[in-house]
């Protein structure tokens, strides 16, 4: 039996660029691009740690579930071009996050702010407020269309629901801290796609 190991390279991609992003994000020089709209306070957001732990373990789902598609009996094709639009949804989930990071040093994996935390609304932030959350979705999007089976498509429907969970606990700390310049940023953009949701 022939097993696609091509999602496990793709997997590696995303997460090797997003580690090499972060990695030049940080040897970077401080740009205050949105210095006059910093936090006065430190604060984290509503069960960030419980949204964390349960979006890892969403992916650990999804992992488990590729593991038995690539090493059990190959899931069925849906049609011809799935596979190609799998890794296509992928990439551009790698590209998004590498721009966020580059753009947002400051980006931690729970939604935690600290006194001087700039407010991102500059590049990718422009188009929609939760790019890094986006582009974990769409990792999961590819992952089900280039392996499609039932295990995979219900763990990339939990993780786009933690995603959209963790998205809207992020909103309350981030309205919490910045107020009404956080809810005008809101009023001009969406949460994950543009002009639509």
């Given at each position: 039996?022939?097993?696609?190991?091509?999602?496990?390279?793709?997997?590696?991609?995303?997460?090797?660029?997003?580690?090499?992003?972060?990695?030049?994000?940080?040897?970077?020089?401080?740009?205050?691009?949105?210095?006059?709209?910093?936090?006065?306070?430190?604060?984290?957001?509503?069960?960030?740690?419980?949204?964390?732990?349960?979006?890892?373990?969403?992916?650990?789902?999804?992992?488990?579930?590729?593991?038995?598609?690539?090493?059990?009996?190959?899931?069925?094709?849906?049609?011809?071009?799935?596979?190609?639009?799998?890794?296509?949804?992928?990439?551009?989930?790698?590209?998004?996050?590498?721009?966020?990071?580059?753009?947002?040093?400051?980006?931690?994996?729970?939604?935690?702010?600290?006194?001087?935390?700039?407010?991102?609304?500059?590049?990718?932030?422009?188009?929609?407020?939760?790019?890094?959350?986006?582009?974990?979705?769409?990792?999961?999007?590819?992952?089900?269309?280039?392996?499609?089976?039932?295990?995979?498509?219900g763990?990339?429907?939990?993780?786009?629901?933690?995603?959209?969970?963790?998205?809207?606990?992020?909103?309350?700390?981030l309205?919490?801290?910045?107020?009404?310049?956080?809810?005008?940023?809101?009023e001009?953009t969406?949460?994950?796609?543009?002009?639509?949701?």
């Amino acid at each position: 039996m022939q097993h696609d190991i091509g999602i496990y390279i793709a997997h590696a991609g995303f997460f090797g660029s997003f580690v090499i992003a972060r990695g030049i994000a940080a040897m970077a020089p401080l740009d205050q691009r949105n210095a006059a709209v910093v936090s006065s306070q430190a604060a984290t957001a509503p069960a960030s740690r419980t949204l964390f732990v349960t979006h890892v373990g969403a992916f650990c789902l999804l992992y488990f579930g590729i593991a038995a598609a690539v090493f059990g009996p190959q899931p069925r094709l849906l049609f011809p071009s799935q596979i190609v639009i799998g890794a296509l949804l992928i990439a551009s989930g790698a590209v998004l996050s590498c721009w966020t990071l580059l753009y947002f040093r400051s980006w931690r994996f729970r939604a935690t702010i600290g006194i001087g935390h700039e407010l991102a609304t500059g590049g990718p932030f422009r188009i929609l407020r939760h790019p890094i959350y986006l582009s974990l979705t769409l990792l999961a999007l590819g992952t089900a269309l280039w392996q499609p089976t039932a295990f995979i498509w219900g763990s990339f429907v939990i993780i786009a629901v933690l995603s959209d969970l963790r998205a809207r606990s992020e909103e309350t700390l981030l309205l919490r801290v910045y107020g009404e310049t956080y809810a005008k940023y809101c009023e001009r953009t969406r949460r994950f796609l543009p002009a639509i949701y």
